[in-house]
Nanobody, 128 residues
Framework: QVQLVESGGGLVQTGGSLRLSCAAS????????MAWFRQAPGKEREFVAT????????LYEDSVKGRFTISRDNAKNTVYLQMNSLEPEVTAGYYC?????????????????????WGRGTQVTVSS
C-alpha cells in the first residue's frame, strides 16, 4: 500500500513557476515508477511526465518538454514536478501516480489506468 500526498499548487501569473511535490508513505517507494497527470474540469486525466523507479529515465508530454522537469528523491520518498514558463492552458488539478511495474519501460506509461495508486491532487491555476 502506498499513500501519496501532493502539495505545492497555487495561483501564479503567466510566465511564473511552481514546484509540486508528492510525498509517499511506505518503505518501497524506490521500487515504484512515478508520474504526474493533470485533469481540468470536464476533461479526462492526461499524462504530464513520468520517472523510472531509480530516476534514470524521464519522459514528458510534448507540450511541456523544456518547461517542466520531473525528479525524485528516494531517500525522502518524494517526487517533484518543477514547472516553468507557465501558461493559462496548464490550469488543472495535478495528480501523482505510482506504478509497481515501472511503466516507463513500456508503452503504457501515458495511460492513467496503468497506475496503482493516486494522490488527491493539488490545484494549479495560471492567470493571464
Amino acid at each position: 500500500q502506498v499513500q501519496l500526498v501532493e502539495s505545492g499548487g497555487g495561483l501564479v501569473q503567466t510566465g511564473g513557476s511552481l514546484r509540486l511535490s508528492c510525498a509517499a508513505s511506505g518503505r518501497t517507494f524506490s521500487t515504484y515508477g512515478m508520474a504526474w497527470f493533470r485533469q481540468a474540469p470536464g476533461k479526462e486525466r492526461e499524462f504530464v511526465a513520468t520517472i523510472s523507479s531509480g530516476g534514470e529515465i524521464t519522459l514528458y508530454e510534448d507540450s511541456v518538454k523544456g518547461r517542466f522537469t520531473i525528479s525524485r528523491d528516494n531517500a525522502k520518498n518524494t517526487v517533484y514536478l518543477q514547472m516553468n514558463s507557465l501558461e493559462p492552458e496548464v490550469t488543472a488539478g495535478y495528480y501523482c501516480g505510482a506504478d509497481a511495474t515501472d511503466l516507463v519501460y513500456s508503452d503504457l506509461y501515458s495511460g492513467a489506468r496503468g497506475y496503482d495508486y493516486w494522490g488527491r491532487g493539488t490545484q494549479v491555476t495560471v492567470s493571464s
